[in-house]
């Protein structure tokens, strides 16, 4: 009886300290949370030709196959305008050149390389979080030391017709430059 005394005295100690530990996980942002916060900001930094935009055409965000955001990221566009356009979120299974996404994410399934392929040459902004090198794209999300970081293809958003600014270039992890194949 003594041993479940102290085993009930312990945990009774511990209790405020593991609630503080929990609370501060839950403060956390999770994973997509942070990443529905940066693909709610990117078409800050990026220029798209004119014709990319009917008139009174918001700033579409596509999440293409599987959604793993939930309601980060609507929460993260709330609100948000881009260049005086609303941003809007479209989920879709697939997409095409006239799926009119602006922004397409893509996970890290084996569908990003064809979602890249099906978006060649039209004025989108591809983010994945799949490695660049295998999929095409122009942004690419990753995890360095416990941190979403992202790396950027200004090859591919070029390629893409987009300019990428100079702020958002300064800000990836790695950046292959225009003109490099």
Same mark, same amino acid.
């Given at each position: 009886m003594p041993l479940l005394m102290r085993l009930l005295r312990t945990l009774a100690l511990l209790a405020p300290v593991l609630g503080l530990a929990a609370r501060a996980a839950a403060a956390e942002p999770t994973e997509y949370a942070v990443k529905a916060a940066f693909l709610s900001k990117f078409g800050?930094?990026?220029?798209? @030709?004119?014709?990319?935009?009917?008139?009174?055409? @918001?700033?579409?965000?596509?999440?293409?196959?599987?959604? @793993?955001?939930?309601?980060?990221?609507?929460?993260?566009?709330?609100?948000?305008?881009?260049?005086? +356009?609303? *941003?809007?979120? +479209?989920?879709?299974?697939?997409?095409?050149?006239?799926?009119?996404?602006? *922004?397409a994410y893509v996970g890290s399934e084996p569908? @990003?390389?064809?979602?890249?392929?099906?978006?060649?040459?039209?004025?989108?902004?591809?983010?994945?979080?799949?490695?660049?090198?295998?999929?095409?794209?122009? *942004?690419?999300?990753?995890?360095?030391?416990? +941190?979403?970081?992202?790396t950027i293809d200004d090859d591919a958003a070029a390629q893409s017709g987009l300019a990428v600014s100079s702020k958002l270039l300064s800000l990836a992890l790695a950046v292959k430059p225009r003109g490099a194949h």
């Open positions: 800050f930094y990026v220029e798209w @030709p004119p014709a990319a935009f009917g008139a009174g055409t @918001p700033l579409t965000l596509c999440v293409v196959g599987d959604d @793993p955001f939930g309601n980060y990221l609507d929460e993260a566009v709330a609100g948000q305008q881009v260049g005086g +356009r609303n *941003i809007v979120v +479209r989920r879709l299974k697939s997409v095409s050149r006239e799926s009119g996404c602006h *922004i569908r @990003p390389g064809a979602v890249s392929e099906a978006l060649r040459g039209s004025p989108t902004l591809v983010v994945t979080d799949a490695q660049a090198s295998a999929v095409g794209g122009a *942004i690419h999300f990753l995890l360095k030391d416990n +941190r979403v970081r992202f």
